[in-house]
């Protein structure tokens, strides 16, 4: 089965500090695609990065970077100068790709982002 | 504009009344997808569907029905609601490419379900 773990529920932080937001999954599919999602106080969700299995560069995009780590099955999100329209809750998933759970798409239960003023 | 619509986006009924909540995309996407949102649990998916009249149980299918009976349409149906279906529901569809959800979910804007 899927699993993905956000562990941290809510982080607080002031603007302009780095925050990175965990995420760990679990999975027995050898090629499988990780994603971030955001949903920002307004309610609707936005794609924000996706990765597959054999893909383990980092990825920088202005202030987002994602760091994913096969060997501990991680894929970690940094903000870098945080910014108060950064709060938002966070969501990880996992979906899967050869195995048994093909068509499933597993979410964590988020992170809740608040960036203080 | 590419999009995926939802309707209602707000509910109130009473246990037992049956509704159906609709969901349409234009974008021709062949996989389409129902989660709910709860508080501390995150989104969990209810049901999915890999294409017209193909379909099948997420994680929490218990008291939910689907159809697909064309590709844009993708309705969650609930014969008997329940309490403790009041929730957040999202709708999402994402192209399908080889095996495996691998392309970016488009989502709804919620449908906020209260089940007195």
């Known amino acids: 089965a899927q699993k993905v773990t956000q562990a941290q529920t809510e982080i607080s932080v002031v603007e302009k500090e780095d925050v990175t937001l965990d995420c760990v999954y679990e999975?027995?599919?050898?090629?499988?695609?990780l994603f971030w999602y955001k949903q920002p106080p307004s309610g609707e969700l936005v794609f924000l990065i996706r990765?597959?299995?054999?893909?383990?560069q980092n990825e920088i995009s202005g202030r987002y970077s994602w760091n994913f780590q096969k060997s501990t099955s991680s894929f970690n999100f940094t903000i870098t100068a945080s910014q108060v329209v950064d709060s938002a809750v966070y969501f990880c998933a996992l979906g899967g790709g050869s195995g048994g759970s093909n068509y499933k798409l597993t979410f964590g239960k988020g992170t809740l982002l608040t960036v203080n003023p | 504009e590419a999009q995926v619509t939802q309707n209602p986006r707000y509910l109130i009924t009473v246990t037992g009344k049956k509704l159906t909540v609709t969901c349409s995309q234009n974008?021709?996407?062949?996989?389409m997808s129902w989660y709910r949102q709860d508080p501390g649990l995150g989104l969990r998916q209810i049901y999915y569907s890999m294409n017209v009249e193909v379909t099948d149980k997420g994680d929490v299918p218990e008291g939910y029905k689907v159809s697909r009976k064309e590709k844009r349409n993708f309705p969650l149906i609930l014969e008997s609601p329940s309490p403790n279906q009041t929730s957040l529901y999202f709708c999402?569809?994402?192209?399908?490419?080889?095996?495996?959800?691998?392309?970016?979910?488009?989502f709804g804007a919620g449908t906020r379900l209260s089940v007195l």
């Open positions: 974008m021709n996407h062949e996989y």
């Open positions: 999975t027995r599919d050898t090629t499988y695609y």
């Open positions: 990765r597959n299995s054999f893909d383990e």
């Open positions: 999402a569809s994402s192209f399908l490419t080889g095996t495996g959800v691998k392309n970016i979910q488009y």
